[in-house]
């Protein structure tokens, strides 16, 4: 089964990671407390597209641990949703519902210096192809720690 391990919002760009058990997703404009909640609306540039929320894959950072014996937290990866069960580069472009919102995929989330510099470990090369994917919330709602994925 697909499903939603945990939720992180932060209120700024370089800010903490809070984990929260339920977020509301909001069309158009993003999680709502996160640093990216309607950036969109702020700044319509094309490469903004994807910032209402980043998902990772718990495989991916099992297995950053396990092929780079390299430890990354949930809340350091500066991801919002942490998954288990599913191929998120797979979403590239198809919608997805989480609980009662519905999701698409746009790209790919590399990672980047920004992590790096706020994780304080050396992640790119470990999570280069497998660091998430940022998508954009087409239909409003609820979700929750351990809501269903379904694409």
């Known amino acids: 089964m697909s499903n939603v ?4 919002v932060a209120a700024d760009e ?3 990671m809070q984990a929260v058990q339920q977020v509301r997703a909001v069309a158009g404009m993003g999680l709502e407390g996160d ?8 700044d319509a540039k094309s490469e903004k597209t994807g ?13 950053l641990e396990r092929d780079y014996k390299i430890t990354l937290r949930a809340d350091q ?10 191929a998120l580069n797979h979403l590239v472009g198809r919608e997805f519902r989480i609980g009662e919102a519905v999701f698409r995929g746009m790209r ?16 790119m090369r470990g999570l280069l ?8 919330i087409v239909k409003d709602g609820l ?9």
Do not use: Q, W
Request: proline fraction near 4%; glycine fraction near 8%; aromatic fraction near 2%.
């Open 51 to 63: 910032r209402h929320a980043t998902l990772i894959e718990a495989e991916a950072l099992t297995a």
């Open 77 to 86: 990866s500066r991801r919002n949703i942490l998954t288990r069960g599913v």
């Open 129 to 136: 192809h497998r660091g998430g994917l940022r998508a954009e």
């Open 35 to 42: 640093r990216y909640f309607n950036v969109l609306a702020k």
């Open 5 to 8: 391990i945990a939720i992180h």
């Open 14 to 16: 370089s800010g903490p």
């Open 108 to 123: 790919l989330c590399e990672p980047c210096r920004h992590l790096e510099k706020m994780s304080g470990l050396p992640v």
């Open 143 to 151: 979700i929750r720690a351990g809501d269903a994925i379904e694409s």
